[in-house]
């Protein structure tokens, strides 16, 4: 199977939310006979969505932006499993992966069919904050909308104190949603 891995977290070196979904990716590499690939969209050009409505014309070629969108979207068109993770950025995704998101209305959405999407959050406050809540709401209408399916959701509080590669529950739990593909 083929694993498209967008990370969407500036938090360079080391990102909590980044850093789970790698457990997850090694477990899923362990188990082997898949391909990943992953890609860093904090380093790729996307370029905002104007809404100008050129993707959407019946004659349209895509989005008229020349940036790295283009990249992205067939990589998307050939994946089987799509995995994204973001850092709670005020109760919601961060910007990167929202602008990301945003332009998904000018790829054709036959790209997601039936495909299955995973999302890794990682914020300061527990779990039962709202923000994951409200994550996962609107990434599921989001899955509705383009005709793939939320199949994992993992939300996970990390602290600078207490950061996810030092918390063997958190890593525990990702291994878990690893060896489940
Ligand atoms: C601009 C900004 C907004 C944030 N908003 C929230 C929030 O709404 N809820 C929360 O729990 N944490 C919030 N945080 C904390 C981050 O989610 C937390 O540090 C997270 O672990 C970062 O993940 P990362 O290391 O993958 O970037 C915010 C941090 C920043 C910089």
Request: include cysteine; aromatic fraction near 12%.
């Amino acid at each position: 199977m083929k694993i498209l891995a967008l990370y969407a977290s500036p938090h360079k070196p080391q990102s909590n939310s980044n850093y789970l979904l790698d457990v997850i990716l090694d477990e899923i590499n362990n188990v082997g006979g898949h391909q990943v690939l992953k890609y860093d969209l904090t380093d790729m050009t996307i370029g905002t969505c104007i809404n100008c409505g050129v993707c959407r014309r019946p004659d349209s070629k895509g989005c008229f932006q020349k940036d790295d969108m283009p990249t992205i979207a067939t990589a998307i068109g050939e994946a089987d499993y799509i995995f994204m993770a973001s850092p709670l950025y005020w109760w919601n995704i961060s910007a990167t992966l929202k602008g990301c998101i945003d332009r998904f209305y000018g790829i054709p959405f036959s790209f997601f069919h039936g495909k299955t999407i995973h999302l890794v959050m990682a914020g300061q406050s527990e779990t039962s904050n709202e923000g994951y809540r409200l994550v996962k709401n609107t990434m599921q209408c989001v899955c509705d909308y383009i005709g793939a399916h939320l199949r994992t959701y993992f939300a996970s509080a990390s602290t600078l104190t207490i950061p996810a590669w030092d918390n063997e529950t958190l890593i525990a739990q990702a291994k878990t949603i690893g060896r489940k593909f």
